[in-house]
């Protein structure tokens, strides 16, 4: 299905002022206050989840989830048999003094229709693409919702690093599995210090210090 069919069907489905790009100039006033939130949304993490106004940031990427005239925007396209999949900072346009949040640029949106192939979206990918899974669905947008808020917490993007996609299919894994570990509610269950050292997040870590070790 073509992208404009995909425009056409998502604009009859919701009124356009939602959906729509370029209807934010309208909707936040004139092209210079619009320049304005634009450069916001595209900016780094710490730009796009913090403004003078907002003084939780948590809330501005729940508030992804929460009622836009009374429907949710991932909920709702999906509820629609859509799949956003470029969720990330450069696509969340914000309106600090009125604390409204909006998720634009519907260029890559796809119906979905199980067992069909896409292609691959290059924005923070989950780890179902990284081994070339290409019938993927509307967890991919949950997945990239998850970067977003663990980057907006640690204020690191991306969060991932990996050489190629066998690297970072490996990295997440181990990241995952340290923090898992760490942060256990029941403090007995917690990694100690000698066991946070080996663990194998760090065995690169351990390598290069082997190896300037032997060196002197």
């Known amino acids: 299905m073509s992208k404009s069919r995909v425009y056409s069907d998502v604009n ?3 009124p356009k002022e939602y959906w ?17 939130i634009r450069k916001v949304g595209r900016g780094k993490y710490s730009e796009v989840f913090e403004g003078k106004n907002v003084n939780n940031n948590e809330r501005c990427v ?12 991932l909920d709702y396209c999906h509820s629609q048999g859509i799949m956003h999949r470029d969720v990330k900072p450069h696509n969340i346009m914000i309106d600090h003094e009125l604390r409204k949040l909006r998720l634009i640029d519907w260029g890559l949106a796809e119906f979905y229709h199980p067992g069909k192939e896409y292609n ?24 990239s919702l998850g970067c977003m808020f663990v980057g907006m917490i640690f ?42 050292m080996v663990h194998p997040y760090f065995s690169q870590v351990r390598a290069a ?8």
């Open 155 to 196: 204020r690191k993007e991306p969060f991932f690093y990996g050489h190629d996609n066998n690297d970072q299919l490996v990295k997440i894994a181990k990241a995952i599995d340290f923090l898992d570990k760490l942060l256990r509610y029941d403090h007995q269950e917690r990694l100690t210090a000698k066991e946070a």
């Open 20 to 36: 729509d790009y370029e209807s934010l100039t309208v909707q936040w006033g004139d092209q210079d206050g619009y320049e304005v």
């Open 120 to 143: 691959v979206p290059v924005w923070l990918p989950g780890p179902e693409l990284l081994i070339d899974l290409q019938d993927y669905d509307y967890s991919l947008d949950m997945w």
């Open 209 to 216: 210090e082997s190896c300037r070790m032997r060196g002197q």
């Open 62 to 73: 729940i508030k992804i989830l929460k009622p836009v005239k009374k429907k949710k925007a």
């Open 12 to 14: 009859v489905l919701r």
